[in-house]
């Protein structure tokens, strides 16, 4: 069974940092494909960034671009979010998610195509 586990939120002010973890057990990472979703208060579970296999391939959403960074570890069996210059609208449980590769370069943002899901870890940026 595939369990990911997200660590990493925390409480940060406007223009701060954080990086994020998501460690990925019980299946070969490197056929996952990973993506990290967010959702704020009363909102949808949104598409943040993904990553395919190799690390090469990387999507994000027009918000974070310039100031996330998605990458992974396959050594490690981890991937990771570094979040710069946070802004109050960033403000989310983050949720990392694994999938099978099979069309994830045309929909790699479509939740509903990720099986495996974190618990999420709660970030907050303060104004």
């Known amino acids: 069974q595939v369990q990911l586990v997200e660590s990493g939120g925390g409480l940060v002010q406007a223009g701060g940092s954080l990086r994020l973890s998501c460690a990925v057990s019980?299946?070969?990472?490197?056929?996952?494909?990973m993506g990290w979703f967010r959702q704020a208060p009363g909102k949808e579970r949104d598409f943040v960034a993904a990553i395919d296999w190799s690390g090469r391939t990387t999507y994000y959403t027009d918000s974070v671009k310039g100031r996330f960074t998605i990458s992974r570890d396959n050594a490690k069996n981890t991937a990771y979010l570094q979040m710069n210059s946070l802004k109050p609208e960033d403000t989310a449980v983050y949720y990392c998610?694994?999938?099978?590769?099979?069309?994830?370069?045309?929909?790699?943002?479509?939740?509903?195509?990720?099986?495996?899901w974190g618990q999420g870890t709660q970030v907050t940026v303060s104004s």
């Open positions: 019980g299946g070969t990472f490197t056929t996952y494909v």
């Open positions: 998610a694994a999938r099978r590769g099979a069309g994830f370069y045309s929909d790699y943002y479509r939740t509903e195509k990720y099986a495996h």
